[in-house]
């Protein structure tokens, strides 16, 4: 399934 | 962490650099809307509230730090510090335009509703939004300085960078967050004009002037 968090991101 | 990434950090980094070396070596904030700084200090606000309870890496945590300071610390130098040299007057679109349908569409369309999660998801569609009073000063205007659209040109860069970004992970961390990806198309599409402007006119050594 696709990760959706991109929180590690700026 | 991938290669589009990081250059679109540098280059969001070097809009800030521009930004404050503009105002500090002019001593004047002429031309720049303040209100788009208000902006970009609450999208760093609201998304940067995990800064001390998720630690991801200390490149993040000091990023996240550097463009919290450097947001605030404009702000600060526009309405306080260089107040005199602000373009109240030219710097007239209603925030609250921005704002409010901002906050509705995070509360409606998120990923979770949970406080965290609104937050992050109202910075992400504010930051698609929040260079607007900035571009509407200069159809006002007509004009921009040659620093200040170096200034534009490096801030629409990055989240065009941070598009490819999302593909490269879409295929190789099939990683994908639509929320960010659709509004990261919106903030780049939104300078596109200026892109035009910019390629066109500043390349060539000519101040950026829209046609009357």
């Known amino acids: ?10 | 962490m991938n290669a589009f990434r990081l250059v679109g950090d540098l280059c969001h980094l070097a809009a800030i650099v521009l930004l404050l070396l503009k105002i500090w070596k002019s001593r004047s904030v002429a031309g720049l809307s303040g209100k788009s700084q208000i902006l970009f200090g609450l999208v760093f606000v609201t998304r940067y509230l995990d800064l001390v309870t998720n630690f991801v890496s200390p490149y993040n945590t000091i990023m996240k730090v550097f463009f919290l300071s450097s947001s605030i610390a404009t702000v600060y130098l526009i309405y306080t510090k260089f107040k005199a040299t602000y373009d109240g007057n030219h710097d007239t679109f209603r925030m609250e335009f921005l704002l409010i349908p901002c906050a509705l569409l995070a509360i409606v369309v998120n990923h979770e509703f949970s406080p965290m999660e609104i937050l992050w998801t109202f910075s992400i569609y504010l930051e698609a939004v929040a260079i607007l009073p900035q571009l509407f000063m200069i159809s006002k205007t007509g004009e921009a300085e040659t620093i200040t659209s170096h200034y534009l040109f490096a801030l629409g860069s990055y989240r065009g960078l941070y598009i490819m970004n999302w593909l490269y992970r879409y295929y190789y961390e099939n990683n994908f967050d639509v929320i960010a990806v659709v509004a990261g198309i919106v903030q780049t599409v939104l300078y596109c004009d200026f892109f035009y402007l910019y390629i066109t006119k500043v390349l060539q050594g000519k101040k950026l002037q829209l046609p009357a």
């Open chain 1, 1 to 10: 399934t696709l990760k959706q968090k991109s929180k590690d991101e700026l």
